[in-house]
């Protein structure tokens, strides 16, 4: 469940960023977010790890294969999803995107 979660998520940020007006000046602010993004998802598999493998939760831990294995990619599967948005946020050009400025 949370892994559909994850990829829906991921996927409705995608739609809705090429629907969204950006202006350039914000690239920049856009490129320090998203390297905090994937700093902050490789923390959340570090924990993630360390929850799972106490005495008390990992036998059932190991019941969810598909929660480990989405944790084990975390941070490539942010860095993935972060740059299919960052491409579709600003490739947009002003006479053939969406918008023109």
């Known amino acids: ?3 559909v979660f ?3 998520l991921n996927l409705a940020a995608v739609i809705s960023a090429a629907m ?8 920049a602010a856009s490129i320090i ?14 924990v ?8 008390m939760i990992a036998p059932y831990a ?3 294969t598909l929660l ?4 084990l990619y975390l941070p490539y599967l ?10 579709v946020t600003w490739g947009k050009t002003s006479t053939g995107g969406q918008y023109a400025y």
Do not use: D
């Open 78 to 87: 942010t860095i993935t999803f972060a740059a299919l948005l960052a491409v």
């Open 33 to 46: 977010m998203l390297v905090f993004l994937c700093m902050m998802s490789a923390i959340f598999a570090n």
């Open 62 to 64: 190991a019941n969810y």
């Open 6 to 8: 994850y990829v829906m």
């Open 68 to 71: 480990y294995n989405l944790f």
């Open 20 to 27: 969204v007006r950006t202006h350039p000046a914000f690239f």
């Open 48 to 55: 993630y790890y360390e929850v799972a493998s106490a005495s």
């Open 1 to 3: 469940m949370l892994v």
